[in-house]
């Protein structure tokens, strides 16, 4: 009895796209089809988002620095305040870009674990690492474009729409990587907001508690020199 083989599958591997392709295509064609293409990448990892939203935080920062030196530098009296100037930005271009890059990977984990858990929580159904990676493909590049319009007099007010935008784009990332409907999807991204805007709150009024003896003694001793 003999066997008949069929010819080896061809069908090709599936392509992944650049970053680049992947950033434009996040801010430039904002849908759940969009964001459900990068959940199906087969690089759509965890480290890639990191490394992503690290490598935008770094280059967003120095250019805010540089962009700085180049707005600032009319305000200052003199070649020494503006040499003293150019330094001291340095120094924080040096020292303040890693931590901000780092700060930023830390905001990334934060965020998409507890988005996660709610996703959860409410029937979604995608991973951690397809939602970090979806939400990177938008953070990164509004990162880069907030930090230059940021540091631009003038024009840095647009950030406040761009923020708005982000959010929006948070609960398109959300609605594609769980599966869900837009009620779910907005729930998880809002109750996130709602939890951080909470816990500043919490920070801030325990800091005017531990600091309410003290800003008494200032006011009395305004009060009692008027």
């Not at 100037?85 to 120094?91: P, Y």
């Not at 700060?103 to 029937?123: D, E, F, H, P, R």
């Not at 938008?138 to 647009?158: D, E, K, R």
Request: aromatic share 8%; charged share 5%; hydrophobic share 50%.
């Amino acid at each position: 009895m003999s066997q008949e083989f069929g010819p080896p599958s061809t069908s090709p591997p599936v392509s992944s796209p650049s970053w680049s392709e992947v950033w434009i295509s996040a801010l430039t064609r904002p849908s759940v089809a969009t964001f459900e293409g990068f959940v199906q990448d087969p690089n759509a990892t965890d480290r890639r988002a990191y490394t992503w939203v690290f490598v935008s935080a770094l280059i967003g920062f120095a250019i805010s620095a540089l962009l700085g030196i180049v707005f600032g530098t009319g305000t200052a009296e003199g070649p020494e305040a503006t040499g003293v100037m150019v330094g001291s930005s340095l120094t924080c271009l040096i020292c303040g870009a890693p931590i901000s890059a780092l700060l930023s990977v830390l905001g990334l984990v934060i965020i998409g674990g507890i988005t996660q858990l709610i996703a959860g929580a409410l029937g979604g159904t995608g991973t951690y690492s397809e939602l970090v990676h979806a939400f990177a493909a938008y953070m990164a590049p509004l990162t880069l474009i907030t930090s230059v319009l940021g540091a631009i007099p003038y024009i840095n007010f647009l950030t406040i729409p761009l923020g708005i935008y982000g959010i929006v784009l948070n609960v398109i990332a959300v609605r594609a990587v769980h599966q869900f409907g837009w009620g779910k999807a907005i729930a998880s991204s809002v109750l996130i907001l709602v939890g951080i805007l909470v816990l500043v709150a919490c920070v801030v009024i325990g800091i005017l508690l531990l600091l309410g003896p003290v800003i008494g003694n200032v006011f009395s001793n305004i009060v009692e020199n008027i």
